[in-house]
Structure formats: structure tokens, C-alpha cells
């Protein structure tokens, strides 16, 4: 038996016994009315007689018999007793038989009632729990279950109310109705919300490699917090920790009782979304958080701007929407609030909700302006990569200071981007960071670990001194980690083909300090000294840029757009068989050969 239907049976049953109680209750009054010439229940017989069929017809098992556990078996034989019941009660009503209260009839109901409150603590238990538990976990629920919760929980508040049921039946029946009424919250909330989700959301935030161990702990440590190991002994180092205390201080401070925008900028590659992922997933972030939000609830949600990425990761309905996602995620009770429209379709069953640009950014206007909003919870966003937003990037900042000044002391906002002008002269009164002038004892420590985990720079180490390598890649670094990592890996290599102290350093010197340099120069290694199979496919990717919409030397009037990773996961099949995407069946399933390349 479905386990919502095995609510709407127990629900049939406790209706059928309240009434079946009260039918005996106003017989027994007509019938001494019958003697003493007046009635204290002046009911309608016939209204009675077709209350009693109607809850007859309602006792009937939709599953057969062959298709239920023992205890479904067990509830259904308690419906049939029901339903005889209530052919004793059309007779009961037709006679007007004096009741007896020691009669059989009497001491089947209580025994009904006892059975009743063994079977609704079986369903606390059973199939109908898990499920219930199911839905109140994922919100997931067919559109038959979805109605048959909404008629269950309404005949499951009905028979709360009821008298002639005993407390044991009646607890019975409010603690399913809890578990039934949050599975059908659970269920409303998720058909609102699915609209808004959508599947690379996440995938910056994800794809930002961690901090590594040690990296960025002064920003969120106690005051003179030392990264571990890491040699700071010069004096170079111990200016950096000052401006470090104190770029310490400054957000801490704006984390504890701050209010509007804090701004971290720097220059490509310092580590902006790194240290923003960082801050994120720290729960110290969210200890100092708390302290300001006390005693309101807490709620942060974050975006990660990508421009390589999908639209929807680089524009402003994007943003809309995974902000608006993670707030109601976590505060479902703002959904009819921000988006009652949908609310209400959600209720009345409709089939599919749909959410457009304009309703995302109308409920989330709702939100950070209603005041009666903040009388429980205060908002903070994290967002990453401003300067990757495609669009107008100062209406897009105007917008986010807008936010942040409609409700200063209950919504503030952490942001990163590049030093661009629009970004410096908006946010220039707002609290602030340069990272790439606060990473030098990070970036030092990020070198020594790496080579000091390499087995021939350990070698090379017992000949020549270590520090000079150091000093050199940290001093042409110049804040900027992927720099940085670039230059490591490049090392490491050269490190394998045993280049000596010397040749190291000469690599380091001629290498551009600027990563747009240093991209032209590895993009020019591969192809003058690569192997000539990557060669040939750093080739067929500049030539598949040709055929990109917008790009230069295409004709096309389809709008611009960027190549993506995924154009370039073909191109070994497209090299084989030019029209291999013809040759293959119709409706194929491309995910398993994405996620396995």
C-alpha cells in the first residue's frame, strides 16, 4: 500500500469513529426525546444516513489484499470492521434502539479505538515514516503524492480536533500529522525553489583550488598569528606582518560590527577567490558573523563570477539567482514573502513553476528592502571576480552599494575583483585590502614547502644553497601566487632534466613577470619545443576559435560568445571523422562522455 494512501485510510477511520460516536450520542437523545416529547439533538436522520455512506465508501482499500504487508492487511481488516459498523449504525439510526452502554456495539468501538492506536503507531514506524522522511529531507514528491498530502494533512487536522478519541490515539495522530505537514512544507518549498537552481552554480566555488596549509591563517587567526614555519626573520617579512595586523584588524572589525561593502582587491592571480573560498569555508568567518548577527539568524550565501564559464556564471541573472537559491535555502519560511505568486501556484498544483529574470530580481528586491524581513535574520554575501561580471560593471556595483545601503546595519556584502577604475572610484570610501601587498610571507611559504616536498631539489640542496632559488622566485613573484605556481612547476621540470643552481636562476631572471607575458611565453614553448601531437592540438584550438560566434575573421551574425571548455572535448573526434556527431544514434547521451574526458 502507497504510504500516503495508508494516511488518507487512517485519516478515514478517525472520522468514521468520531462520527459513528456522535451518531450514537444523538439516536440515544431522539430516542428518549420519544418519551419525554423533547430532543437536546435536533438532527436531520436523513443527513445522518448519508454522512455514515459517504465515510463507508471512504473505508474502502484502493490496493488489493495480495499487494500489502501483514500490517497494511491488519489496517484494512480494521477499515471492514468500520464499514460493518456502519451498517449497524444505518440500522441503529432506522430502529432508534435505546443505546446500551455495556452493549457489544459499545465494546467493539473502544477496542476499534485501541486497535486504531496500535495501527497509527506502526505507521510512525513503517514505510509511511521513511518516506515521510524522504520528502521532508530532498522535497521530492510526485504530483499524485503531492495532492494526496495536501487532503491528508487537512483530514489529519480535522481529527486533532476530535472528542471521543482517547489522548493515546490523539498524540498518535498529531506527531503523523507533524511529520506529514513538514514533508508537504519540504515538498512546496522545493517546486518553488528548482526554478532557480541551476547546474554550474557551484562550479567556480568548487573549481578554486584551496588555501594552502598555513596560507591566508593570519586574516582569521588571533593577533600575531605566524604562518607556522615559514622563515619571517627579514625585514621585508616583518613589514609584511604588520600590514597583515592590520589588514587583520580591518576586517575582523567589519565582520564583528561592520556594515556596507568590504572590498579585497589585487592584481590577476594574487589569490583573491582562493582567500575568498577560504573566508567562506572557514568557520571562523562565521563565528565572528554571529557575534554581529546575535540574536538574528545568520544567512550568507555566495557567487563565484567565471567568464570562461556558462552564461549564467558570468551574468547578472546568474548572480540573482544563486543568491536568491542559497537565501531560501536556508530561511524557506521568506519564500512566500519574495515569491507568493509561485507560492500560491505551488499549492494550488500546478504543473510546472517558472521563474523569469524579472520575478528573481523582484523577489530578491522584496528581500534586502522589507524591513518586517530583518526582524529575524541578517544577510552577507560573498562575491568573487567583479571584473568577470559581462556587463555594465558599474550599474552592476551600483546595485550591490544600493543593497548594502537599504538596510546598512542587517545586509553587508565582501566582494573581489581586480584593481580597475570603475571598482576603485565606486568602492573607494568602502573598507578595503590589497592582497598582493599582504601574500609575501605566504608566497614564501607556499615556495619552501613546494620545494622542500621535492626530491632533487633536495639533492640540488646538499651542493648549492637553497635560499638563492627562494629569494629569487620570491622577490620576481611580486605577490602574485598563480604566478608563482606557474614558475614552480616550470622549475620542477627543470629540476627533473637536473639543471644545476645557476641554470635555475637564469630561468627565473628571463622569465616575464607580468602573467600575460608569462602566458605568451609558455604559449610559445608549446609550440616551438612541445611535442608535436600537443602542437598539433594547440593548432586545432585556435582554429576552432575562428568558428566561435563573434570572434574575429567570423562572419556570422549570431551573438558573440567565448569558447568554452566543452567545445574543446571533441576535437580528437572531430580530427578523426568530421561528421562523426551525424553518425551517431539519435537522442545520445553525451554526459558519460564529458565527465570521463
Known sequence: MDPFVAVGLASSIVAFLDFGFKVVKAARAIQESVTSGTTSQDEDLAFLSEKIKGLAIDLQPATPESQMT???????????????????????????????????????????RAQLHLQLSYMSKSELQSRLDQVITTGNCQQGELASLLRNVQALQQGVTVTSLGPDVLDQLSSLLRSTTRALDKTLQSRVMDPLYFKTMNNRFEEVETAHEQTFNWILGPSGNSPGSYDDSDSDN??????????????????????????????PGSGKSTLMKYLCQHPQTRSFLETWAAPKQLITANFFFWKPGSPLQKSMNGLLRALLYCLLEQAPDLIPTCLPVQWNAAHGHSESITLSTSDVQDALDRLVTNPTVYQNHKFVFFIDGLDEFKGNHDLMTK?????????????????????????????????????????????RGLILATLEANEEFQELSKTARPDRLVDALHFKSEGVFLWVTLVLRMIEQALLTDDGMDDLLKKIQTTPAELECLYEQLFNSVLNEGHPIDQQFALKILRLLSFVPGSKGNGSSTPARDLELLDCLFLDDFDKNPRFAFSLPCGHDFKPDIESR
Do not use: Y
Request: aromatic residues 6%; contains cysteine; hydrophobic residues 35%.
Open 399 to 443: 546595485r550591490l552599494l544600493n543593497w548594502a545601503s537599504t538596510s546598512s546595519t542587517n545586509l553587508k556584502i565582501c566582494v573581489s575583483s581586480r584593481e580597475w577604475l570603475v571598482f576603485q572610484q565606486r568602492l573607494a570610501h568602502c573598507p578595503s585590502m590589497r592582497l598582493h601587498d599582504l601574500t609575501s610571507r605566504d608566497i
Open 70 to 112: 501483514s500490517d497494511e492487511v491488519r489496517l484494512g481488516e480494521l477499515a471492514k470492521t468500520c464499514t460493518r459498523l456502519s451498517d449497524d449504525l444505518l440500522k441503529l439510526i432506522g430502529k432508534l434502539q435505546p443505546a446500551n452502554p455495556t452493549s457489544k456495539r459499545q465494546l467493539l468501538r473502544t477496542a476499534l
Open 238 to 267: 616583518d613589514s609584511n606582518s604588520d600590514s597583515q595586523e592590520k589588514a587583520r584588524a580591518d576586517f575582523v572589525t567589519w565582520l564583528t560590527e561592520g556594515h556596507g561593502i568590504f572590498h579585497i582587491t589585487g592584481k
